[in-house]
């Protein structure tokens, strides 16, 4: 691989920007026409400033002068099958899944299906600038082998795992306790720690996987080292309710996966919006982050979630679209929605706080802040170029956006996938927009 180095406005964040307000805030790195440099083995070497200094003869220049580069984004909770099922009408969440998601995901016990929709999928998730994420495929074992190798064929950081479901689901969806363990055993040994692959016990959700299944997934979790655990929680009342059914013992819904060994620092719960004070106090603790899927959560109604409650308990939050309950994997559009969350709410959402919650904030809580997030020399060059306008209105309010907050969030609220002008996985560009029209 040839080093390279990209021209442009370079942003990202070396501390959390927090919720206070847009000027004068922590962490926001803003570096106007920089060379980004990046080195032979797809890793940031440096950073210069244009107009003191140019790269070496060893870097090929790609002059990118008057877009915007960023980390590529980093999505904390999507599901690669449910494409398929993306803006379908009318049901709240227990309804969708019996309806839409349950009927597509069956789909991918074919293996022709299932390798045509991962690379469907992992193409899609560059095309919109996410370079990283956390994936649930099915319950079949193919399903997972065929995103694993997807996304490895691209080079990019991705967490999965095959989804857990012993009970209350249909038959032809069903695996078991032994099943389910004998499956992630050998997807563990073929894809954990492979280049920059990582393995999640996947919960679908607590009312899908019996007690004996989730304490075998807790007990995973302890003895591999690296395993990471998806799940859902509190996301719907109604599946609130069914939760304190199932398990009358346990405190609350979050309790039940705490219960079952399932809580750490590498656990992602998407949602998390029926939570309570010892909810939030247990997810500071066990170091469980929250990932909010602001697009979803607003099509389902399945209701708001309190992320500045949630951060001041201590808890993390990231951002994800949860597609396709979300409407897009677009993380910009889905910014754009969160911020419309925390307005309902008498919250203001910076743009500072909302990008880094897909960069720098989403890395670190699942422990990757050493590898992505940032643009700074040793990381990886996940990155994304960005056309801060593509038609008349966008860049007419650009034009008159009064200081850097002001345009950030412009762009943040207007822009969607079509402002990408390219993705770079470890240095290599794995998307190029081939067409100028808007």
Not at 63 to 90: E, K, M, N
Not at 197 to 213: D, G, I, K, W
Not at 401 to 408: N, P, S, Y
Request: contains cysteine; negative net charge.
């Amino acid at each position: 691989m040839n080093r390279i180095a990209l021209r442009g406005d370079l942003l990202d964040f070396s501390t959390d920007p927090g919720f206070g307000p847009p000027d004068a805030v922590p962490g926001v790195r803003w570096r106007p026409d920089h060379w980004l440099l990046v080195d032979e083995h797809g890793r940031i070497a440096g950073v210069l400033d244009a107009s003191v200094s140019e790269p070496d003869a060893s870097y090929r220049r790609i002059d990118q002068r008057g877009r915007l580069i960023l980390p590529g984004f980093i999505d904390t909770h999507v599901h690669s099958p449910q494409l398929d099922v993306i803006a379908s009408y009318g049901t709240e969440l227990l309804d969708w899944l019996e309806t839409y998601t349950f009927p597509a995901e069956r789909r991918h016990a074919d293996p022709q299906v299932a390798r045509a929709g991962a690379e469907r999928f992992c193409d899609a998730l560059l095309a919109h600038g996410t370079t990283a994420a956390v994936v649930f495929p099915t319950v079949h074992k193919q399903s997972c082998e065929a995103l694993f190798t997807s996304a490895n064929a691209r080079g990019m950081r991705l967490i999965a795992g095959k989804c857990l479901m012993d009970r209350h689901v249909p038959e032809w969806l069903a695996d078991t306790v032994e099943s389910a363990e004998r499956d992630s055993l050998e997807l563990i040994e073929r894809w954990h720690g492979k280049d920059r692959l990582a393995y999640a016990m996947t919960v679908r959700f607590a009312p899908t996987s019996s007690e004996a299944q989730m304490d075998m997934a807790g007990r995973l979790l302890c003895e591999v080292p690296g395993l990471y655990m998806q799940t859902h929680v509190a996301e719907n009342r109604a599946e609130v309710a069914w939760v304190r059914e199932l398990f009358p013992q346990a405190r609350s819904y979050l309790d039940v996966y705490h219960r079952h060994g399932l809580l750490n620092e590498r656990a992602v719960l998407a949602h998390g919006i029926w939570l309570d004070d010892e909810d939030r106090a247990l997810l500071a603790a066990s170091g469980a982050q929250i990932a909010h899927s602001p697009t979803s959560n607003l099509f389902l109604g399945s209701g708001l979630i309190g992320w500045q409650a949630l951060e001041a308990a201590g808890a993390k939050v990231t951002m994800a679209t949860d597609v396709g309950g979300g409407t897009s994997l677009s993380m910009l559009r889905t910014l754009a929605e969160a911020y419309k969350v925390q307005a309902l709410q008498g919250v203001r959402l910076s743009a500072w706080k909302a990008l880094h919650s897909a960069t720098a904030g989403a890395a670190d809580a699942l422990g990757l802040g050493h590898e992505i997030g940032r643009l700074e020399p040793g990381l990886m060059a996940d990155l994304c170029v960005w056309d801060w306008a593509r038609a008349e209105i966008d860049a007419n309010r650009l034009a008159l956006a009064r200081g850097l907050h002001e345009k950030l969030f412009a762009w943040m609220t207007l822009a969607d996938e079509r402002h990408l002008a390219a993705a770079y996985v470890a240095g290599t560009a794995r998307f190029e927009r081939t067409t100028i029209a808007p």
